[in-house]
């Protein structure tokens, strides 16, 4: 199983965010342009490559957001229409691998499974700040897919947020 740490970065504008292993070696950089147009957040490696985007989808009915891994569209991730029993989240991705994520967004506690199989897990269980929360992901699994989906929902998140705190 690998273990990541995300911990967004104090004032700082946008969602900038660091991703490390549990022994906290940098495995990502994520740079937030949440102010623009179109969200969006950049990955990049600890030499500072771009190695993924997530961006907003302009045209959805509901909060849709695309990751794009070397320049391809990776997968998508689009809230599900009715979530009376907390959040719920699809991942569609190319071929018959979709994932699904669900639980509690507002709180960081959620599963990613495929086809009923728990492949992920984000908790702030085993960290103790609000905004740094740990993600497990299962051995064989396209570990910076989910993390690009994981920082996705956490983008879809603050815009909730956003749009909430405005009159």
């Known amino acids: 199983m690998s273990r990541y740490v995300i911990r967004e970065r ?7 965010a660091d991703v490390t292993d549990e022994a906290g070696v940098p ?3 994520v740079d937030g342009k949440v102010f623009s147009l179109r969200d969006r957040l950049v990955l990049r490696d600890p030499a500072g490559q771009e190695v993924a985007e ?5 045209v959805a009915l ?3 957001y695309q990751i794009v891994i070397g320049g ?3 997968g998508e991730v689009r809230k599900a229409f009715f979530t009376p029993f907390g959040d719920r989240f699809a991942i569609d991705i190319p071929g018959p691998e979709d994932l699904e994520m669900e639980g ?3 709180d960081h506690e959620f599963t990613i499974s495929r086809g009923g199989t728990p492949v992920a ?3 702030k269980q085993w960290l103790s700040m609000r905004d740094t929360y740990g993600v497990d992901i299962a051995p064989g699994e396209h570990d910076l897919l989910i993390l690009a989906a994981v920082l996705a929902l956490d983008l879809a ?3 909730e947020d956003r749009a909430r705190s405005t009159p």
Do not use: I
């Open 72 to 74: 391809e569209e990776a």
């Open 54 to 58: 997530v961006r907003r989808k302009l």
């Open 157 to 159: 998140d603050d815009r």
């Open 62 to 64: 509901r909060p849709t």
């Open 27 to 29: 495995v990502l950089q």
């Open 121 to 123: 897990t984000v908790t």
């Open 104 to 106: 509690n967004l507002f």
């Open 10 to 16: 104090f004032l700082q504008m946008g969602q900038d």
